[in-house]
């Protein structure tokens, strides 16, 4: 059986390093993109209902430069491409950390 694996793995994985390859640079790509669209503008309330997070949560990312805004007069407005989805890892990472690491 491992003798098969071996095949298997040494036959699928210059296919697997061109997938990761063309992934890589999709993701670049994207970002390039991301970056030259101007920003899309959400008021703070529109901005934690958006998020599922309460006003408290969202004042503290801005406060701690988690969020970016922008200020016209004093209206505060909330960035929407500088949030960033929460991917399983994140999850699984956080969740580690708060039972102490295990």
């Known amino acids: 059986m491992s003798?098969?694996?071996?095949?298997?793995?040494?036959?699928?994985a210059?296919?697997?390093?061109?997938?990761?390859?063309e992934l890589r640079?999709?993701?670049?790509?994207?970002?390039a993109l991301q970056a030259s669209l101007p920003p899309r503008l959400a008021s703070r309330?529109?901005?934690?209902?958006?998020?599922d997070v309460?006003?408290?949560?969202?004042?503290r990312w801005i406060r701690d430069g988690?969020?970016?805004?922008?200020?016209?007069?004093?209206?505060?407005?909330v960035d929407l491409s500088s949030l960033k989805p929460v991917s399983e890892d994140d999850v699984a990472a956080a969740a580690r950390a708060a039972r102490g690491g295990r």
């Not at 003798?3 to 699928?12: C, G, Q, T």
């Not at 640079?25 to 970002?31: I, K, M, N, Y």
């Not at 309330?45 to 998020?51: D, L, T």
């Not at 309460?54 to 004042?59: I, K, Q």
């Open 25 to 31: 640079r999709l993701q670049e790509a994207l970002a």
């Open 54 to 59: 309460t006003e408290a949560t969202l004042d």
């Open 66 to 77: 988690d969020v970016r805004v922008v200020r016209r007069g004093r209206r505060v407005l």
């Open 3 to 12: 003798a098969l694996s071996d095949e298997l793995r040494a036959a699928v």
């Open 14 to 21: 210059p296919e697997l390093d061109a997938v990761a390859a």
């Open 45 to 51: 309330k529109e901005a934690w209902e958006i998020c």
